[in-house]
């Protein structure tokens, strides 16, 4: 079975530093990988995908994420923070058409 | 386009009580997922129908129950709700399943509240 660690339920970050925000997953076969963003009483957006093509992967709003195997991480990240970014992002693995997601990851950005 | 609609979006019942959550997919999606959101928490997994069949099913008790009608719309239901029912309830549709890597598209979400 798989499964989706995010390391930090809340990170904060200045407005106009680095996000970067943690997710690393467990499967027994190669995975896709995304990365979805929700903000308040709304559903879930796709932010990014890995779908074993590039290991770098661009999203919208300026986010990227970088799939690494020997560390079995997929973390997102954004060279500078707007205040539109404020919003809860979960890490989520799909595995056969089943897909688990993480806990998610509240980002706070202080103006 | 329209997106995954769902209706209704807001709901309050009582304990004991049997709810019906409604979703209609993306236009040629024919594969709908339903996730329960408790606050605080990602979404968890209930049902996945396509073609008028469940495809999977998550950890939830046989008090909750779906089904997918011909044009791809689908029904989630509750029974004997209880106050742990309360939740953001989520569906998800995606395209043809055999080339489809997991990407889902969700709609906005049903909120339950028990009382």
């Known amino acids: ?111 | 386009d329209a997106g995954v609609t769902q209706s209704p979006t807001h709901l309050i019942k009582t304990r004991g009580q049997h709810v019906t959550l409604r979703c209609s997919p993306i236009s040629g999606h024919k594969s709908v997922s339903w996730y329960q959101q408790v606050l605080g928490q990602g979404p968890q997994f209930i049902f996945q129908y396509y073609e008028k069949e469940e495809r999977g099913r998550g950890n939830f008790p046989d008090r909750f129950s779906a089904r997918q009608f011909p044009n791809y719309s689908s029904e989630l239901n509750v029974n004997a709700l209880l106050l742990g029912d309360s939740a953001l309830y989520l569906c998800a549709s995606s395209p043809q399943i055999a080339a489809n890597t997991g990407e889902l598209f969700f709609g906005e979400g049903s909120r339950l509240t028990v009382l």
């Open chain 1, 1 to 111: 079975a798989q499964s989706v660690t995010q390391l930090g339920s809340h990170v904060s970050v200045s407005e106009g530093a680095l996000v970067l925000l943690r997710c690393n997953y467990s499967s027994s076969v190669p995975p896709y990988l995304f990365w979805y963003v929700q903000y308040p009483n709304q559903g879930l957006q796709l932010l990014l995908k890995y779908t074993s093509a590039a290991t770098l992967v661009k999203g919208i709003n300026g986010f990227e994420a970088e799939f690494k195997k020997s560390e079995t991480s997929f973390h997102l990240t954004k060279p500078s923070a707007h205040m539109s970014d404020a919003a809860e992002y979960f890490c989520a693995v799909s595995v056969y058409q089943k897909v688990t997601f993480g806990t998610g990851t509240k980002l706070q950005v202080i103006p």
